[in-house]
């Protein structure tokens, strides 16, 4: 008889497989055997050991695993063909994935890599979700690659970690290794130093006589001009040491303010306007450094 102090997964009824597992808070998931031959290591090594009809496992001994009744519906439901397969919980990932460790169950790692893949693609996708695991959390997704040795998802955290947001950095309470936080510092920086000389560039031009520049605009550059020019410079470089990104650099470049300037009477001039030429080789420069592979793993 079943056993009446525990419960029954309402996922997971009688009849909807041959198997009873029992979590550790006291219920009962009936899940097919061969679902779990099919998936697990684990339970593929378990079920060619000799059994009886008194095996745990049977619905008469549940075979009493250490998950709560949470992980392991969480667990199940990840590997049971017979339901849409939910999506990753970011909550939870960590614990699904040691659960799939400790049963040996590569599926749930391969789904993983392929969804922390397929987020690196939309990186550059104007509206992406930033919920997405690897733009919301990518030192978060750094620890489990570290924690499971999956490659191609290290690299691409890196990837992230070397241009996101200093606050999702400094914010996450996710502790890595010394020397790969280093790493990912000297990154960080180097895409810095990259910034500062574009940056470099303008500044010169700044003081160059705006007639060299263009023929509309006085020789000598007013107050309120000079004034726009060293806010914009300055938003550049607060914006680049944040977050060192071409999509940054850019925002700020193209928010340039137009405005009107009182004392020359006419419109003030963009500074990149005599940098169209040289702004698109700053891109391309940029882009290939922020897509540029991550070569060593793991990282030392």
Not at 181 to 194: A, N, V
Not at 259 to 282: G, H, M, N
Request: with cysteine; aromatic share 8%; charged share 25%.
């Amino acid at each position: 008889m079943e056993h009446m102090e525990n419960k029954i997964s309402e996922r997971f009824p009688s009849g909807y497989g041959d198997f009873a597992l029992q979590s550790s808070d006291g219920v009962i998931f009936y899940f097919p055997r061969h679902i779990l031959v099919s998936t697990s290591d684990f339970f593929r090594g378990m079920f060619e050991l000799p059994t009886s009809d008194q095996a745990q496992g049977t619905m008469h001994e549940p075979l009493v695993v250490t998950e709560t009744a949470d992980a392991l519906e969480d667990l199940l439901e990840q590997i049971d063909p017979k339901m849409l397969t939910p999506a990753l919980d970011n909550d939870k990932i960590i614990d699904i994935l040691e659960v799939a460790r400790k049963y040996q169950i590569q599926i749930i790692f391969d789904r993983f890599e392929e969804e922390i893949q397929v987020q690196y693609q939309l990186r550059n996708a104007p509206g992406r979700s930033t919920q997405l695991l690897l733009f919301s959390r990518p030192l978060l997704v750094l620890y489990i690659a570290l924690q499971h040795d999956i490659e191609s998802v290290g690299k691409r955290a890196i990837q992230e970690l070397a241009r996101c947001s200093s606050d999702l950095i400094g914010n996450d309470e996710i502790e890595i290794p010394t020397k790969v936080f280093k790493h990912i510092q000297r990154l960080r920086e180097e895409r810095i130093q990259k910034y500062r000389t574009y940056i470099d560039i303008l500044a010169k031009a700044r003081n160059r006589s705006p007639s060299k520049r263009s023929v509309h605009i006085h020789t000598t550059p007013c107050v309120t001009c000079a004034k726009f020019c060293s806010e914009f410079l300055f938003q550049l470089e607060k914006g680049v040491e944040e977050q060192p990104a071409w999509k940054t650099f850019n925002r700020i470049c193209r928010a340039e303010i137009l405005a009107k300037c009182e004392t020359c009477r006419e419109r003030r001039p963009r500074l990149l306007d005599s940098f169209v030429s040289q702004y698109i080789q700053w891109a391309m420069e940029a882009l290939k450094m922020e897509n540029s592979e991550v070569v060593a793993w793991p990282v030392v």
